[in-house]
Every structure is written in C-alpha cells, then in structure tokens.
C-alpha cells in the first residue's frame, strides 16, 4: 500500500523534500548558526538562487522525476538485472539505495579528480560562505552529467520506482541539511558519523585546504568515505577557525551570478589579483 501511495504522489514527495527540507534548514540556521558569515548573505543568496531559477528547478527536479519514469520504463520492458533477478522488496529497497549512493560518491569524486569536470563543479566550492542555499550552487552543465549518470545506473540495473522516489527524497533533503549552516551535539554528531553524513562532516569538505576539501565526499552513507579512505574527522583550524571557498576565488565582488557562469571557461584570477583584493592573508595562513 506505502509502495502504491509513493509511485501516485511522486512529485508531491519529491517536491516537499526539496522545498521542506530548504525551509526548516534555513529558518534552522537563522536561529542557530554554526559559523557567523563573512560575506553579505542577500548576494550570497540572490546569486544562489538564480542558479536553482536558471538550473535546479529545470534539471535537479525534472531529471528525478524522469528517472522515476525511466525505472517504469526499464519494469516494463524488463531492462536491467533487479528485472531479470527477482528480490523481494524489503531486500531490494536496501540494496537499491546502497548502490545509488555509491555511485553518487563515485561521480562527486571524479567532479574533483577529472580537470574538466572540476571546471564546472568548483563553482559549489568557490562559495565564501557556507549555507542552505550552497546545497542550490551548481552550473547548469554539471547537472546532466551528475543525473545523467544516476540515470545510467537506474536504467542498466532496472531500479525500482518506489526505490528510486525514496533515494531522491533522502539525497536532497539531506544535501540541505549537511549544506545547512547549523550543526549537532558533538557526541551526537560522531556517533552518527560511521553511519550517515552530518553538517559538520561535509562542512569540511569545503575548506580552503586542499587536502580537507578532497575529503567526506559522501552524499548520504558516510560508510564510502571510511572504506575508500577519503574520510576526515576535523579541520586543522577546527570547525569555526576553517575557512570556506577556494583559494584562487577570494573575491567576493567578482562572484557574481555572470562571473560564477562563465567562471568553467576562464582561467582562475592570479595571485596577484587576490592580494589586490585584500582577501589572501588568512587563506596563506591556513595553508602554513
């Protein structure tokens, strides 16, 4: 019956976990923040914003929709092994996250490994700041390579749609939550981290440090980061001393909703143009 309701309201589902989850996150956030901002909050938010208008309302919630349609296709016309091996829902439910995911850290990790796709992804990491609305922070290019693959993976292993509708339900609303300027008890919050990311966890991955920001690339199951040794317990400058962003982008004025755009083609602004914009001296000190 829970199966048959989620397969009929799939757009209500997904769609109030992304609104939902962007609402209690930011109030959240409001009330309690983890990091007090460096940068103005209203530009921050206007240029993120306009990336979800120009990218994330097309792409981030049309192709979960469309790879919803597309496991319905792969059940009818028998693609895929979970359509060729038959599982029992309460086995292949688990399963089906589980490789989901995996695929997801897979892609995240190739997005900072592969140089071209790197382009297009450090526009998430060039944020100075670290908020709700970063999880909103993508190229419009990077989604179809990022859900073109997720659609890859649904299609040759004939996932199915309740799975599907669940695993897109769980990876936005908890891309707000560990994107969220907010954070858990510490005791609570490392003993969930053999198990699930938290916002403290991912909020390393953004660090100006090199070395801290090619780590906890885990989207849900922070298991992958244990396993493929790309875990990092604590910033060196700890969670309030760690700065945001990338070193070559310390220039809050040149990251504008044009600038972030064309950002994949240009080459990155010189040293010395950073130093010019008097934003350099506590990323070198990071970095000592």
């Given at each position: 019956?829970?199966?048959?309701?989620?397969?009929?309201?799939?757009?209500?589902?997904?769609?109030?976990?992304?609104?939902?989850?962007?609402?209690?996150?930011?109030?959240?956030?409001?009330?309690s923040p983890a990091k007090p901002p460096t940068t103005s909050t209203p530009i921050r938010w206007l240029n993120n914003f306009a990336l979800l208008a120009l990218d994330n309302l097309f792409i981030r919630l049309v192709f979960p929709l469309l790879a919803v349609s597309l496991s319905f296709t792969a059940a009818k016309h028998g693609w895929g092994l979970f359509n060729l091996v038959s599982l029992p829902m309460w086995l292949m439910l688990p399963v089906s996250l589980i490789i989901l995911d995996f695929a997801a850290y897979v892609v995240h990790r190739l997005l900072h490994e592969v140089p071209w796709l790197w382009r297009l992804h450090k526009i998430h990491h060039a944020d100075l700041?670290?908020?709700?609305?970063?999880?909103?922070?993508?190229?419009?290019?990077?989604?179809?390579?990022?859900?073109?693959?997720?659609?890859?993976?649904?299609?040759?292993?004939?996932?199915?749609?309740?799975?599907?509708?669940?695993?897109?339900?769980?990876?936005?609303?908890?891309?707000?939550?560990?994107?969220?300027?907010?954070?858990?008890?510490?005791?609570?919050?490392?003993?969930?981290?053999?198990?699930?990311?938290?916002?403290?966890m991912h909020r390393i991955h953004h660090s100006i440090d090199v070395r801290e920001s090619n780590?906890?690339?885990a989207g849900?199951?922070?298991?992958?980061?244990?396993?493929?040794?790309?875990?990092?317990?604590?910033?060196?400058?700890?969670?309030q001393g760690m700065i945001m962003g990338l070193a070559e982008y310390r220039d809050s004025r040149a990251l504008n909703l044009p600038r972030l755009l064309v950002m994949p083609f240009l080459q990155p602004p010189s040293r010395i143009e950073n130093i010019q914009a008097g934003n350099t001296l506590e990323s070198d000190t990071q970095r000592s």
């Open positions: 019956m829970m199966e048959q309701w989620l397969i009929n309201h799939e757009t209500v589902v997904i769609g109030v976990s992304f609104y939902g989850m962007l609402a209690l996150v930011a109030v959240w956030e409001s009330f700041d670290y908020d709700v609305t970063t999880a909103l922070r993508f190229h419009p290019l990077e989604a179809p390579v990022t859900l073109g693959t997720k659609m890859v993976v649904v299609a040759s292993l004939g996932i199915h749609p309740v799975a599907v509708i669940i695993y897109e339900a769980l990876f936005m609303g908890t891309a707000f939550i560990n994107h969220g300027n907010i954070h858990l008890p510490k005791k609570l919050d490392y003993l969930l981290r053999p198990f699930i990311v938290t916002p403290d780590s906890n690339f849900i199951f922070s298991v992958w980061d244990h396993l493929f040794g790309t875990y990092c317990k604590d910033p060196a400058a700890g969670q």
